[in-house]
């Protein structure tokens, strides 16, 4: 492989570096001098890794002048060679020309000394970074877990949401129904209970995302169905429960409807999130807790297709009456013969 800048290793520092791995040495500084790696320091190990580690390293760094060390751990890889951390000190106060060439030089010291070798590798401009406590921040940033998403970092919430389901303080009275992330407030739980009684006919809920609650945020004492698309918001999902009595093919059908609304992405990521997440919970909450049987569960992201033949199109699914016969496929491996015709007589 090419070196990037041509600067190879001086025979001192082979010969430093033949020892060094052999395990006797616990730090080895390298310095760029005339185009040429050179050893600068090689001190061997007076304690254990972390008990060497500041009595060294910050030692060995000048304010102004850039340089490569090679520190050895006291663990082992798997094939009984000792583990080092590459640490890369490259000062703002460093000319520039300096920068630059131990930049550029960086991926041919590590090839000389052994990359497989190489545990961790540091850069820094400050000495606070070659500490044994800037050493254990960067292996902290190393192991943390890459940042999230917005969206992954919503479903996180939502998950630690469903575990802890924090009650409200006695200020806003609410009524906390196991099995759902947010809790109901007050209002809310009383017009789900004049719906299920038939008080109301009509019962919209909503998230305080803020406070982490299902709140009321509507309510008829009758519904008009034909006015069922005005109820719905353009800009923010809803909950929409309604008692639908209605007559079909002679027979009476007291029917309860659950129907979900979000408007596609006026809204945020984050309340589309929430919705589609409590959704299920809300609606086993009506079942389970205020006995609303629900005929029909509909979700939608339009308002305007709220209509009445909507809505019995979607409790009354028209039944296909003619059902094509379904052929059976023949087995695999099996042909149909064919007949076999007679060739012709050859002429005599």
Not at 112 to 121: E, N, P, Q, R
Not at 124 to 145: I, N, Q
Not at 236 to 257: A, C, K, N, Q, W
Request: glycine fraction near 6%; include cysteine.
């Amino acid at each position: 492989m090419a070196h990037q800048t041509g600067i190879q290793a001086s025979p001192e520092l082979k010969e430093v570096l033949t020892n060094a791995l052999k395990g006797k040495t616990r730090l080895l500084k390298v310095s760029i001098k005339d185009e040429t790696l050179i050893p600068d320091a090689e001190i061997n190990p007076n304690k254990d890794w972390e008990g060497d580690y500041d009595d060294m390293v910050p030692g060995l760094i000048e304010e102004k002048n850039p340089c490569y060390m090679f520190y050895r751990l006291d663990e082992k890889n798997g094939s009984g060679s000792y583990v080092w951390i590459f640490l890369a000190y490259t000062p703002d106060l460093a000319l520039v020309r300096d920068k630059m060439l131990y930049a550029a030089t960086q991926a041919t010291m590590k090839q000389i000394f052994g990359g497989g070798l190489i545990k961790d590798d540091i850069s820094g401009s400050v000495k606070e970074d070659f500490t044994l406590a800037g050493y254990y921040k960067h292996r902290d940033s190393v192991d943390a877990p890459p940042p999230l998403t917005e969206a992954e970092q919503l479903l996180q919430d939502i998950k630690l949401s469903e575990q802890t389901m924090r009650t409200a303080g006695t200020s806003t009275r609410t009524t906390h129904l196991q099995g759902i992330s947010f809790p109901f407030q007050q209002d809310a739980v009383d017009a789900l209970k004049d719906l299920q009684s038939k008080q109301l006919a009509y019962v919209q809920l909503a998230l305080n995302i803020k406070e982490e609650s299902i709140i009321l945020a509507q309510t008829e004492k009758t519904l008009d169905v034909g006015q069922l698309p005005s109820y719905v918001p353009s800009d923010s999902p809803r909950y929409h429960v309604l008692y639908f009595p209605h007559d079909y093919e002679g027979d009476h059908f007291p029917s309860f409807v659950f129907i979900y609304t979000c408007p596609g992405y006026s809204c945020s990521v984050k309340e589309r999130m929430l919705y589609s997440s409590c959704k299920g919970p809300v609606t086993d909450v009506c079942e389970q807790q205020f006995n609303i049987t629900i005929a029909k569960k509909i979700e939608t992201d339009d308002g305007a297709e709220l209509t009445r033949d909507f809505l019995l199109s979607e409790i009354h699914p028209p039944v296909t009456a003619y059902r094509p016969k379904f052929s059976k496929p023949k087995p695999p491996g099996k042909t149909t013969k064919r007949k076999k015709s007679k060739s012709p007589s050859p002429d005599v």
